[in-house]
T-cell receptor
Framework: DADVTQTPRNRITKTGKRIMLECSQT?????MYWYRQDPGLGLRLIYY???????NKGEISDGYSVSRQAQAKFSLSLESAIPNQTALYFC??????????????FGPGTRLLVL | DAKTTQPPSMDCAEGRAANLPCNHS???????VYWYRQIHSQGPQYIIH???NNETNEMASLIITEDRKSSTLILPHATLRDTAVYYC???????????FGQGTRLTINP
């Protein structure tokens, strides 16, 4: 979805390096998410944020940190990259609607390779 | 979140209707059914959602059985660009995440 952008789209880094993945959205949504996808394992939630002052750990937050700089921006950092963090990373946004409906919209993904 | 079961793969001829089934027998009354698809390594794309009634949009139709224990996503005139993995997801109100299972790998054949 063009309303959710991720940078960079591809990144190669070395073990031990700190890197940041960025996500921006123009949908005006309060909620933002970071997922990673590994072959055969589906998408797993890393961190999520329901507003600028609300940050929550997902199921696999170890080794990652996030920053919600504004409603529209949510960054994911790998403090010290390791090879098993090689994966496809997706950012998503959503807005909670009346009745509990919540549709998430995903960015195009960042392919990360840690050597 | 309620568990969903989908066939691992399906084939469909181009131009024909593709019918993708999903079982969600443990669904509760306030859980929506969502369908997403992922075209090779791209971000998952929202297709449609439903609660109790059948739904239709510009991409697809969603048929939900009266007991809500299963649903079918219908792509009325499949094209080669519809080749993707399709995910059926049931999400409880207030749950933080979508749980993507293995989905159905749909291949549209010329």
């Amino acid at each position: 979805d063009a309303d959710v952008t991720q940078t960079p789209r591809n990144r190669i880094t070395k073990t031990g390096k700190r890197i940041m993945l960025e996500c921006s959205q123009t949908k005006g949504h309060d909620r933002m998410y970071w997922y990673r996808q590994d072959p055969g394992l589906g998408l797993r939630l890393i961190y999520y944020s329901f507003d600028v002052k609300d940050i929550n750990k997902g199921e696999i937050s170890d080794g990652y940190s996030v920053s919600r700089q504004a409603q529209a921006k949510f960054s994911l950092s790998l403090e010290s990259a390791i090879p098993n963090q090689t994966a496809l990373y997706f950012c998503a946004t959503s807005d909670l609607q009346f009745g509990g409906l919540e549709t998430q919209y995903f960015g195009p993904g960042t392919r990360l390779l840690v050597l | 979140d309620a568990k969903t079961t989908q066939p691992p793969s399906m084939d469909c001829a181009e131009g024909r209707a593709a019918n993708l089934p999903c079982n969600h027998s443990t669904i509760s009354g306030n859980e929506y059914v969502y369908w997403y698809r992922q075209i090779h390594s791209q971000g998952p794309q929202y297709i449609i959602h439903g609660l109790k009634n059948n739904e239709t949009n510009e991409m697809a139709s969603l048929i939900i059985t009266e007991d809500r224990k299963s649903s079918t996503l219908i792509l009325p005139h499949a094209t080669l660009r519809d080749t993707a993995v399709y995910y059926c997801i049931v999400k409880l109100q207030g749950a933080q995440k979508l749980v993507f299972g293995q989905g159905t790998r749909l291949t549209i054949n010329p």
